[in-house]
């Protein structure tokens, strides 16, 4: 059984900074993917950001310069700098890993921002 734990979410006015991360536990092998995703109320989920095994990493366009993803490979675990944040980031932040047998989600961590 695969268990991701978030954590970091919470409220910050514009402006601010937060950092989420997120540890993956359990029989998980071969991690390729590590990402994160956003639902903001009455939106569809959205990619924020993703991270390779081998570095590589993408980001939606709206994020690109103000938040950074980083992972520890060897503690299976992401994380997501958020700097600059906006009221428009204002969302419930979803952890996804993306495995050799799977692909796995986090519960979401709420992320408010207040302008």
């Known amino acids: 059984q695969v268990q991701l734990v978030e954590s970091g979410g919470g409220l910050v006015q514009a402006g601010g900074s937060l950092s989420l991360s997120c540890a993956a536990f359990?029989?998980?092998?071969?991690?390729?993917?590590m990402g994160w995703y956003r639902q903001a109320p009455g939106k569809q989920r959205e990619l924020v950001s993703t991270?390779?095994?081998?570095?590589?990493?993408s980001y939606a366009d709206s994020v690109k310069g103000r938040f950074t993803i980083s992972r520890d490979n060897a503690k299976n675990t992401v994380y997501l700098q958020m700097n600059s944040l906006k009221p428009e980031d204002t969302a419930v932040y979803y952890c996804?890993?993306?495995?050799?047998?799977?692909?796995?989600w986090g519960k979401g961590t709420l992320v408010t921002v207040s302008s």
């Open positions: 996804n890993v993306n495995a050799i047998f799977g692909d796995y």
């Open positions: 359990g029989s998980i092998f071969s991690i390729n993917v």
């Open positions: 991270m390779t095994s081998g570095g590589s990493t």
